[in-house]
Each structure stands twice: as structure tokens, then as C-alpha cells.
T-cell receptor, first 115, second 115 residues
Framework: TQLLEQSPQFLSIQEGENLTVYCNSSSVFSSLQWYRQEPGEGPVLLVTVVTGGEVKKLKRLTFQFGDARKDSSLHITAAQPGDTGLYLCAGAGEGSGAGSYQLTFGKGTKLSVIP | DVKVTQSSRYLVKRTGEKVFLECVQDMDHENMFWYRQDPGLGLRLIYFSYDVKMKEKGDIPEGYSVSREKKERFSLILESASTNQTSMYLC??????????????FGSGTRLTVV
């Protein structure tokens, strides 16, 4: 069974601060995705990283996939109240067949950005 | 704008009732998924379907069944609702290309309370 551990579970910071959220596993993933979920809504896909060492930027958000494809990080620069939400990482296994369509989700990091 | 639509945002049902949760996607996606989300437990996969009339058990299928008679519609059925099935239910869909999962598109969720 593949597991994804996210840390920290909760994060409360002031507007303008920087932060990093981590997603770790002992398993290798073929790709990793990050989602943000706002209260009362479904998660929304932010980014997919596929290649070990890959870095992707989405405005103030920087996503990195570990070289060994077992971990990932999300860094937010100058956080704003609109960044508040639950951040989920999800990994795709390396197998084949119907099971390969599933994602393994971490439990999430709940971020609060205080104005 | 692509969409996954869940039939109800909030539902209150009585113990023992048969409950139907409906999900419709307009993106011609092959894969569809049902998750439940509970505090501290994260997203847990109940069932998924990779083609019409095909279904696969997820991590927690007990007490649930599914139906996929048309590509765009995936229904979750609680055969006899119990209080421990009180939860947020999320439907998602995705493309299936080369045996790899692409980003999931989630619905807004159905918050089910069983009394």
C-alpha cells in the first residue's frame, strides 16, 4: 500500500510570509499532483509534476518533485489570505491496468493566512 | 468550462434508508471515482469505474454499491444508510491516457447526514 505523508498538518501564518508544505513517501510515483480545496468545495487541481527533479511555478507557488520521485514540496511566497485552504498532494503509482488510474492522496495541510 | 455535477449539496437521511448520490460529468472522461472525506482521515476511495458498466472496489466499499450505465453518469448507492456513513462525498472524473491518471476534476461534494 502506497502512503503519502503531508507535513505540517496545520499551518497558520501572517499575510506576506513564506511557507513550504511537504509530501513524502517511501514509494516511487510516476507523477504527483497538488490540489487546493476550499471549505465546502471539491479539490481543484493546481499542478502535475512528472519528471524527477522537476520544478513548476504557478505565480507565487513553486512545486518540486524529488529526484527519486518519492517526495514533493509546495512553496508559497508572500502568502495572501486567498491562499487559505486545504492543500492535498496525490501520487500516481507505477503499475499498469485499471489500478493505475487511481491516485493515492495525502491527508492534506490546512493553511490559514491571516490578514 | 468542464464540469462534474453532484445532484445534491446537502442531504439528510434516516438510518436504514436507501440513498442514491448522482454524479454527472460533461468532459467525456473514461474514469470516474467516488470518495468520502472525513476529518483526520483524508480522502478515501469507495469505488471507481474505468468504463461503462465496469467498476472496481476502492479502499472502503463495504455498505456501498455503484452503477455506471452511461459514460457520463456514475451513481453511488448506500444500500441501508447508517450513522457512520455521515460524511462529505466527492465525485471525480479523469481522462485515462496510456494507462496513467491525469488530473482529477472534482464535483462540489455532497454533505450527507444520516440520523
Amino acid at each position: 500500500t502506497q502512503l503519502l505523508e503531508q507535513s505540517p498538518q496545520f499551518l497558520s501564518i501572517q499575510e506576506g510570509e513564506n511557507l513550504t508544505v511537504y509530501c513524502n513517501s517511501s514509494s516511487v510515483f510516476s507523477s504527483l499532483q497538488w490540489y487546493r480545496q476550499e471549505p465546502g468545495e471539491g479539490p481543484v487541481l493546481l499542478v502535475t509534476v512528472v519528471t524527477g527533479g522537476e520544478v513548476k511555478k504557478l505565480k507565487r507557488l513553486t512545486f518540486q518533485f524529488g529526484d527519486a520521485r518519492k517526495d514533493s514540496s509546495l512553496h508559497i511566497t508572500a502568502a495572501q489570505p486567498g491562499d487559505t485552504g486545504l492543500y492535498l498532494c496525490a501520487g500516481a503509482g507505477e503499475g499498469s491496468g485499471a489500478g493505475s488510474y487511481q491516485l493515492t492522496f495525502g491527508k492534506g495541510t490546512k493553511l490559514s493566512v491571516i490578514p | 468550462d468542464v464540469k462534474v455535477t453532484q445532484s445534491s449539496r446537502y442531504l439528510v437521511k434516516r438510518t436504514g434508508e436507501k440513498v442514491f448520490l448522482e454524479c454527472v460529468q460533461d468532459m467525456d472522461h473514461e474514469n470516474m471515482f467516488w470518495y468520502r472525506q472525513d476529518p483526520g482521515l483524508g480522502l478515501r476511495l469507495i469505488y471507481f469505474s474505468y468504463d461503462v458498466k465496469m467498476k472496481e472496489k476502492g479502499d472502503i466499499p463495504e455498505g456501498y454499491s455503484v452503477s455506471r450505465e452511461k459514460k457520463e453518469r456514475f451513481s453511488l448507492i448506500l444500500e441501508s444508510a447508517s450513522t457512520n456513513q455521515t460524511s462529505m462525498y466527492l465525485c471525480a472524473s479523469s481522462l485515462a491516457l496510456a494507462g496513467r491518471p491525469y488530473g482529477y476534476t472534482f464535483g462540489s461534494g455532497t454533505r450527507l447526514t444520516v440520523v
